[in-house]
């Protein structure tokens, strides 16, 4: 039965140094290759940039932390790699590697020593991956009788999750699926499909999005306040200081949403409690405000975090806002420079909407949404309809963390600040 | 904080697999074993047995060495080395899996291994010295020893389970064994084959009853054809030692009394349970063995078990893939752990037995549709080139997709053939996929593919 464990095959192995996918944030369990910058025989000094991961959160740089020769490569452009899989093998030229097409989100020594077990027992190095469907090439993979029985049922596979190894579709994937062939008749605006049925692996962002958007809606009581400001003072306050940077040759132009989160800075200074966080079975209050901010990206969103923000003005504030947004934009943001915040605003004000709830983004207590500043007939004072400017304000909150009477008084400062802008220039 | 992330209780096919596995995934692993690493499989049963049913195979081709055209002259065998040679091999792999641990960084205790309540593991060393060893969580892994039937008394000598046969010093004249699944039927052939008078006892109607009932019906045959006696549907009433042997008082459609120089009891296991909890410490049960969840935990929090000991099928590769999942599921709490559906089950005699998936009643009794496509070892060109033409392979295709819903095979090699169906289950591949696979010629694998091909009619050798 079998033969010793091969020794010699065991420390050559060795001599060569697998390179790991790392853990590049707190909540990162998986990575996308990216981009290769080293080929299969380059030389590679430690420091270097090898190759770009995308995260949950952005892309960032790989950089090698031994020197050798690139002897393999695991994970080809566009694989998924768990923290800790093997991405690539380095080591002496000319060195001899195992096969490693297959990266394990498994420790080195995993698939390094060969299985020379010699009782009759397997040490599969498989890890569980419901992962998606479609190879990145748009096959779908399916076992051949999941294949017929989809046939017979008039079931389309590339609409089915996979639960077998590596995401491929057995039969009770199979089973368990209606039929999805029927397609509504014509309409006025014709009958087509709307688009090609096709699947999409979830990006690594959009895994995150769903994982803490659920977490947050099912497990914070979440309740909504909201008020309306009169949006003239702030319109007309904007439009004068934006001229007159112009004229200054200013590199500066102020947003609206400037001007909401300075706003809500000096609210949150003034009502303290609710730049809170939920832990369980303490509520922390933050002496610091790390403001965090929505910006929308091709697929999902993120919120970049301009540090103390209770220590700056409204000039830094617009100008950190406007480059956390680009970088975001760009998928350059580093991870501290999206976690960590204390509060979140969310402003849906540049399309439209006039009003929207915002879920929690946890574990903060609290989160602003922001509607368009709108124009409609208001009450004056003396009791005339006349024509005015209303943005509305809604806040969301954690019920464990801040009540009723303390999120609407947050929401009436916040109300004083914005219909009287001037105060968040000084 | 505990000193380990995982502790393993037992360092058998299950306890030493799941500790390596967690120390892949990154983990402190410790497994406790009171004996020596590799439990029943590698020390006392699947390893040595089957070095034993090699020796038996040599003896019997040389005896039959004629029909090759080679002549021998007298030929005698040592029994105390045929023996010996059991041990060294299960010596020499245990020293192996000992070195697996320690290469794969897992800590490695000898000594006798108790779960209290608190979680935490007292070991007592040979030496009389105890250590306490604490886990974050615990793999229950100290498996199955033989069980032994109400009013015989095992003495090692007259009255043996399979872990003293493995120990004879000398072969007994004649030979009662009870109880005719794998073990039983494996020291009959073996025995027998070495020229001990065996008596197989089975209280089921059949040698090998979870087997297919043709397959199960065709190896009593054949052993009856080598020269055991096989009495079915017999139970044991009473069985007195005496100095010179055992008498066997059988019941049942074969009452008779059967007298033998020693008696093999193979009528199953139990669960080891006692010797691995502290007096007090109860977990829930399920017909006798640890009862767990879809996850492997037990009832006690943060204790997980795994192989014979959470029951059947008691199996050395089956109780190895339940500690790889339940290391999984312990590491990674998002992920689903597997358990056992579909596994291959072998029995070493010759001809051996090996098979996978429903028998054919069972297909029926579920009232499945699906078509039986068999072919004999005789049609294959390879089996009567090698002097191997008896046996049979069946397999159960579904209809009408063609999944393949089991296999079974009585012959040469045909623990080393279930392999290609398994893989085939595991991949949902149809007979198609198996048809237009090309198998070598001229190889026993072509009867799996010519077995299938004639379940849909068109098998071209038969």
Redesign the interface.
């Known amino acids: 039965m079998g033969r010793p464990v091969g020794i010699i095959e065991f420390f050559r192995f060795f001599m060569a140094k697998e390179i790991t996918m790392p853990a590049l944030s707190p909540s990162m369990t998986e990575g996308v290759l990216a981009k290769w910058h080293k080929k299969v025989g380059d030389t590679i000094k430690p420091g270097e940039v090898i190759a770009e991961v995308e995260t949950d959160k952005a892309t960032m740089d790989l950089e090698a932390f031994d020197k050798g020769t690139l002897l393999a490569i695991a994970a080809p452009e566009g694989a998924k790699v768990a923290v800790n899989g093997r991405i690539a093998v380095i080591g002496e030229p000319g060195e001899k590697v195992e096969a490693v097409s297959a990266p394990a989100p498994t420790k080195p020594t995993a698939a390094a020593v060969p299985v020379t077990t010699t009782v009759s027992s397997s040490v599969p190095v498989s890890a569980p991956a419901p992962a998606p469907v479609a190879s990145a090439s748009g096959r779908v993979k399916a076992s051949p009788l999941a294949k017929k029985i989809a046939a017979e049922k008039g079931v389309d596979l590339a609409r089915l999750a996979g639960s077998g190894p590596g995401g491929r579709i057995v039969r009770q994937d199979v089973e368990g699926a209606s039929g999805g062939g029927a397609r509504s008749a014509a309409s006025l605006f014709g009958g087509k499909p709307i688009a090609q049925d096709s699947t999409k692996p979830v990006s690594q962002m959009r895994a995150a999005i769903a994982r803490r958007l659920v977490e947050s809606k099912t497990t914070a009581p979440h309740f909504y306040v909201e008020r309306e400001a009169d949006a003239a003072p702030l319109g007309r306050l904007r439009t004068s200081a934006n001229e007159a940077l112009e004229l200054a040759k200013a590199n500066l132009r102020l947003t609206v949403t400037d001007f909401v989160l300075k706003a809500t800075v000096e609210a949150l200074r003034r009502v303290p409690s609710v730049n809170s966080s939920w832990e369980g079975n303490a509520i922390r209050q933050h002496g610091a405000i790390h403001l965090a901010f929505a910006v929308a990206l091709p697929d999902g969103l993120i919120t970049p975090v301009i540090r103390n923000a209770h220590a700056k003005d409204l000039r830094t504030i617009a100008r950190e806002a406007k480059e956390l947004g680009a970088k975001a934009k760009a998928g350059k943001l580093q991870p501290e420079e999206y976690t960590g915040g204390t509060f979140t605003v969310s402003n849906l004000g540049m399309v439209g909407v006039e009003r929207f709830a915002a879920i929690l983004n946890p574990p903060q207590a609290a989160i602003l949404a922001v509607g368009a500043a709108v124009k409609k007939p208001v009450l004056a004072s003396n009791g005339a309809v006349i024509p005015g400017e209303r943005m509305s304000l809604t806040v969301s909150v954690d019920h464990r963390v801040v009540d009723g009477l303390v999120a609407g008084q947050f929401l009436k400062d916040l109300v004083e600040l914005l219909e009287n802008p001037g105060v968040l220039l000084l | 904080m505990a000193a380990y992330d995982l502790a393993v209780l037992g360092g058998g096919?299950a306890g030493y697999?799941g500790a390596?596995?967690a120390?892949?995934?990154?983990k402190k692993a410790v497994v406790i074993e009171k004996e020596r690493a590799?439990g029943t499989?590698?020390n006392w049963g699947?390893?040595p047995s089957?070095s034993l049913l090699k020796n038996a195979e040599i003896y019997q081709h040389i005896l039959h060495a004629e029909d090759y055209g080679i002549t021998t002259g007298k030929v005698s065998f040592d029994f105390a080395k045929v023996m010996g040679r059991s041990r060294a091999?299960s010596d020499?792999?245990a020293k192996?899996?000992e070195?697996?641990l320690k290469?794969?960084?897992v800590d490695y205790v000898v000594g006798e291994g108790k779960l209290g309540a608190d979680r935490k593991i007292k070991v007592k060393t040979a030496d009389g010295k105890s250590q306490t060893i604490e886990a974050t969580n615990v793999l229950l892994a100290t498996g199955c020893v033989p069980r032994v039937l109400p009013g015989l008394k095992v003495d090692g000598k007259k009255v043996m389970t399979s872990r003293e046969a493995l120990e004879m010093k000398k072969q007994p004249k004649s030979m009662v064994v009870l109880g005719a699944g794998a073990i039983g039927v494996e020291f009959a052939y073996f025995l027998n084959s070495f020229g001990t008078k065996v008596t197989l006892v089975e209280m089921k109607a059949r040698v090998l009853p979870v087997e297919d009932e043709e397959i199960s019906d065709l190896l009593g045959k054949t052993l009856a054809k080598q020269g055991v006696t096989v009495l079915t549907d017999a139970a044991m009433e009473s069985c007195t030692v005496s100095a010179s042997g055992v008498k066997v008082k059988l019941s049942g459609k074969n009452a008779k009394t059967v007298e033998a120089e020693a008696l093999l009891c193979a009528v199953g296991v139990q669960a080891n349970l006692e010797n691995a909890l502290e007096p007090g410490v109860k977990l829930e049960l399920d017909r006798g063995y640890v009862k767990t969840n879809a996850r492997y935990q037990t009832s006690m929090a943060g204790v997980f078990a795994a192989g014979d000991i959470i029951g059947p099928p008691w199996l050395?590769?089956v109780?190895?893939?339940e500690a790889?999942e339940a290391v999984?599921g312990i590491f990674?709490p998002k992920?689903?752990?597997?358990k056992v559906t579909v596994f291959p089950g072998c029995t070493y005699c010759q001809p051996q037995v090996a098979s996978i998936g429903l028998t054919e009643a069972a297909a029926k009794e579920k009232k499945l549709k699906f078509k039986v496509g068999r072919f004999p070892y005789r049609a294959s060109g390879r089996a009567v080139a090698s002097g191997d033409s008896e046996g049979l392979v069946k397999i159960l295709i579904g209809e009408?997709?063609?999944?393949i819903l089991g296999a079974h095979i009585i012959g040469a090699e045909a623990t080393e053939l279930i392999a290609e169906v398994g893989l085939g289950m595991t991949?949902?591949?149809?007979a198609?996929?198996i048809a237009h696979t090309i198998h070598a010629h001229p190889t026993l694998t072509e009867m799996i593919k010519e077995a299938t091909e004639a379940a849909a009619g068109h098998a071209i050798h038969i």
């Open positions: 096919p697999v390596i596995r120390a892949q995934l990154g590799g499989c590698l699947c390893i089957k091999v020499r792999i192996g899996v070195f697996l290469a794969k960084k050395a590769h109780a190895s893939f790889i999984n990674d992920g689903q752990p597997k009408p997709h063609g999944e991949l949902e591949a149809t198609d996929e």
